[in-house]
């Protein structure tokens, strides 16, 4: 028999269950891993068609090249006047060739506007040069003999400025060219992978049109 007073019995209070932080954390990769089960069972069973190897239908072929940079004479022309300011190019250290300006024409001609200076005159001349690609480079060949006639220099001297101004003119084309078709990181200017071969050059009134198949090495 229970003596004590009502106040002093001792009362059976349900306890709260308590659910510590890895019982949660257990829910929590068991709800993932259901939802994760029922995903591949819905792409399985209801959606796609087995894997197989067949690849995709490409598109019609365009006929293009993979890439075209187009190359202005003006800014040829800048390229061309630095490097003959940096570095003059000069012959038997009599003749100097002063300026060289080009210009792009149609059917792939280019015109080199030549001005020299010997012995405190000038003469000025006009070098036309058919564009070439030859093993992957821009290459320049006479398309008619300079008018060198009537300068008054040995032509051996005037062939060897013309011989100069095509070397130099040719090495900025390539310059140029080449570059634009380098494919490089924008941030870090280092290549990713692209391997471009100039394919054809097309030369219309001031611009010079390079045409591009690239390889993909990485």
């Known amino acids: 028999m229970n003596n004590l007073p009502p106040t002093m019995q001792t009362q059976n209070t349900p306890k709260t269950p308590v659910i510590v932080w890895w019982q949660a954390l257990g829910f929590m990769v068991a709800g993932s891993l259901l939802t994760i ?12 068609v087995p894997v197989n190897t067949t690849a995709l239908t490409l598109p019609p072929p365009s ?34 060739v002063k300026q060289v300006v080009v210009q792009f024409n149609p059917n792939s001609v280019l015109d080199s506007n030549v001005r020299v ?3 405190g005159r000038q003469f000025d001349f006009i070098i036309k040069n058919t564009v070439e690609v030859r093993g992957n480079r821009v290459t320049l060949k006479l398309k008619e003999d300079p008018k060198l006639g009537g ?13 100069q101004v095509n070397n130099s003119v040719a090495d900025q084309l390539n310059k140029l060219v080449i570059s634009v078709g380098q494919a490089r990181d924008c941030t870090t200017g280092e290549q990713i992978g ?4 100039l394919q054809a050059l097309d030369l219309q009134p001031g611009v ?7 390889a993909i090495t990485k």
């Open 117 to 119: 200076t010997a012995l």
């Open 37 to 48: 089960l029922l995903l591949v069972l819905w792409l399985v069973l209801f959606t796609g």
């Open 63 to 96: 006929g293009k090249a993979d890439l075209t940079a187009q190359v202005s004479q003006e800014y040829v022309n800048r390229e061309v006047a630095a490097i003959l300011n940096r570095k003059p190019v000069s012959i038997l250290g009599v003749v100097e």
């Open 151 to 163: 300068l008054g220099l040995p032509v051996g001297v005037l062939s060897g400025v013309v011989d």
């Open 194 to 197: 692209r391997v471009p071969t």
């Open 208 to 214: 010079l049109n390079a045409q591009f198949s690239i």
